[in-house]
């Protein structure tokens, strides 16, 4: 069993709650969980409780959708609703993007239940009535989903998901919605941008300790896999996605030694695979020195040395140095890796002036996404109770109904246009967005992350070639067809204005 996380940062009546319903009787499939074996038992007994992580929790929303559901409760509002998540408008710095998080969002929805523990919590605000506690406590997501398919190219006002359920189910999963597709959204079209601007090179991902909390850190080792990554630092990406798995090792590993050619050795033989060695806790080009010295000892003994690693000073003008190091002394077949302060622009940078770098570790640049972290996005009621609505607000106005994206090509292949209308409409092109779920139910098995990624690889390979080379300024034509036109009109008369 996993250990609940100590509760001492948890409010008195949270705390107080799971307490309450240790030993509990519920429905929620969740599994509990409780202290580990051999662990010391917290002073509140909750070897029955359900763990309260923001990956499991529905308490992870905002308050208002719990606040407009009661609302809905109380006046019996519960017809068809529809709803649709899409980016508004692309931020200087980006020409497209590539959707992601769609697996963990029906992920999300498939498993959303409420435990004993989270009642009891809600109970004791005092916010809610009995209805609302009632109407929560057997809650399933019963609605249908459609969506573009995950590591498929998108543009601005395209619904990367739209939900259609009554209208307490479909309003009370937004918050959770959004910070999933939105999150993996934003760093895949990040590590795509990386991805082109670095061809053929190896690139990890390396931000885990700097992404903003731990689920973040998760989220973007998978959403720069899907778009062409070839591994991430973190080990729990591999448990949880079988996303490769890298990694080096630390200046303190070498720090610890007296000597760094004996650090180098310690390393080697302890991890004989794959052996990548940092070489500038102190003197680049005597750590490549020292590995040409090593090399051939440790070659005897049936291990290969696969590689370096630079983390600091000029990356091209230091790579060049070790590169010549390493070939004068008989092992040009060992790659150079280079981390620190690796984005987009650098890597255009060291391709332009061929540096001799076979492969990057990024960090902050990618989980953080520093130059854009976060896009303009909104989850927005395109229908209610089958008539189209939409919001009027300045500079937020949506288009109503349930739309469809069709994508046109040119001769070569190559993107040349989408069309967004109605899903009623008919257009010349390629239909993207997709039924995935009816009634809760998943329609088919869940794509392999392998086939996510070769979509995105075949998607970022069909970008027009000014978008491929992040050229700034570049845009892509999306036309508003004539029926989705009207359809605005009409929504606009319904609602008298």
Not at 392 to 411: F, H, I, L, M, N
Not at 455 to 475: I, V
């Amino acid at each position: 069993m996993t250990a609940c996380p100590p509760q001492a940062n948890l409010p008195l009546t949270l705390a107080a709650a799971l307490a309450r319903a240790a030993g509990a009787t519920s429905s929620n499939p969740r599994p509990p969980c409780g202290p580990a074996p051999g662990a010391v038992r917290p002073p509140t007994a909750l070897s029955q409780a359900p763990c309260m992580t923001p990956s499991t929790s529905p308490l992870t929303t905002d308050l208002y959708e719990l606040n407009m559901v009661q609302a809905y409760l109380d006046r019996g509002e519960a017809k068809e609703a529809v709803f649709e998540f899409f980016v508004r408008r692309l931020p200087p710095r980006r020409g497209f993007l590539l959707a992601a998080g769609l697996e963990d969002a029906l992920e999300y929805l498939t498993t959303l239940t409420f435990s004993e523990a989270e009642l009891g919590w809600l109970r004791s605000t005092g916010r809610f009535r009995d209805n609302l506690i009632d109407y929560l406590a057997s809650f399933r997501f019963t609605g249908d989903v459609h969506a573009i398919p995950e590591g498929s190219v998108c543009f601005p006002n395209e619904p990367l998901i739209r939900i259609t359920a009554p209208l307490p189910q479909a309003q009370l999963v937004e918050s959770r919605l959004i910070n999933i597709l939105h999150f993996q959204t934003l760093i895949a079209s990040k590590a795509a941008r990386m991805v082109l601007a670095a061809p053929g090179k190896i690139l990890s991902d390396f931000g885990l300790r700097t992404a903003h909390a731990a689920e973040a850190g998760l989220y973007s080792a998978r959403a720069s896999y899907i778009a062409g990554f070839a591994g991430a630092a973190n080990v729990l990406a591999g448990a949880r996605y079988g996303i490769p798995v890298v990694g080096t090792m630390a200046h303190s590993f070498v720090q610890v030694h007296d000597s760094e050619i004996q650090a180098f050795e310690d390393f080697a033989r302890a991890r004989p695979e794959g052996v990548i060695l940092l070489i500038d806790t102190y003197d680049t080009e005597a750590g490549a020195r020292k590995v040409v010295e090593l090399a051939p000892r440790l070659k005897a003994d049936g291990i290969s040395i696969r590689g370096v690693r630079i983390d600091s000073g000029d990356l091209i003008a230091g790579a060049r140095k070790v590169r010549a190091i390493l070939d004068a002394g008989g092992l040009k077949d060992l790659v150079i890796l280079a981390s620190g302060g690796i984005d987009e622009d650098v890597l255009q940078g060291m391709m332009a002036q061929k540096a001799p770098i076979d492969g990057f570790g990024i960090g902050v640049s990618l989980a953080a996404s520093t130059d854009v972290p976060a896009l303009d996005c909104a989850y927005k009621l395109q229908e209610y109770a089958g008539r189209p609505r939409r919001k009027r607000s300045e500079g937020k106005e949506t288009w109503p109904g349930r739309k469809q994206v069709w994508r046109a090509y040119d001769t070569q292949g190559r993107m040349c246009g989408d069309i967004l209308s109605l899903e009623s409409d008919s257009q010349p092109g390629e239909p993207l967005v997709v039924p995935v779920m009816r009634a809760g139910q998943r329609l088919a098995p869940a794509p392999t992350l392998k086939d996510i990624r070769e979509r995105a690889a075949r998607d970022l390979a069909r970008l027009p070639e000014p978008l491929r080379r992040l050229e700034p300024g570049t845009g892509y034509p999306v036309k508003v067809a004539d029926a989705l036109v009207e359809l605005a009109k009409e929504a606009d008369r319904l609602s008298g204005k």
